[in-house]
Nanobody
Framework: QVQLVESGGGLVQPGCSLRLSCADS????????MGWFRQAPGKEREFVGA????????YYTDSVQGRFTISRDSAENTMYLHMTNLRPEYKAIYFC?????????????????????WGRGTQVTVSS
């Protein structure tokens, strides 16, 4: 059973903003680090950013630094990815992931993907 459910994807024009959500339906990951990854057509999945337990710390890959913001609402058991000034090359399936044991952003960045829990993804297309 998939515990993480992404939503908010869609077709947007370049330069626009979009906010993705990741709902932790079973409230399993509220005390652990979470993050976002993306997979563009024909490419491997890549790390986008991560947020620590409690939302105190975030970490982003260089290409989205300053454009993307990750936040989480513990009361709603939801993590968000707010994307601004979107570019066509950001077209991808965006996945959320959660650690089952770690609380720091490094646990999302460094842990083997098989050790994370994953959602099924939401498609983001940036095109005019």
């Amino acid at each position: 059973q998939v515990q993480l459910v992404e939503s908010g994807g869609g077709l947007v024009q370049p330069g626009c903003s979009l906010r993705l959500s990741c709902a932790d339906s079973a409230r399993m990951f509220r005390n652990f680090a979470m993050g976002w990854f993306r997979q563009a057509p024909g490419k491997e999945r890549e790390f986008v950013g991560a947020i620590s337990w409690g939302g105190v710390k975030t970490y982003y890959t260089d290409s989205v630094q300053g454009r993307f913001t990750i936040s989480r609402d513990s009361a709603e058991n939801t993590m968000y990815l707010h994307m601004t000034n979107l570019r066509p090359e950001y077209k991808a399936i965006y996945f959320c992931a959660a650690s089952g044991a770690g609380t720091a952003t490094t646990d999302i960045v460094q842990d083997h993907p098989a050790n994370l829990s994953w959602g099924r993804g939401t498609q983001v297309t940036v095109s005019s």
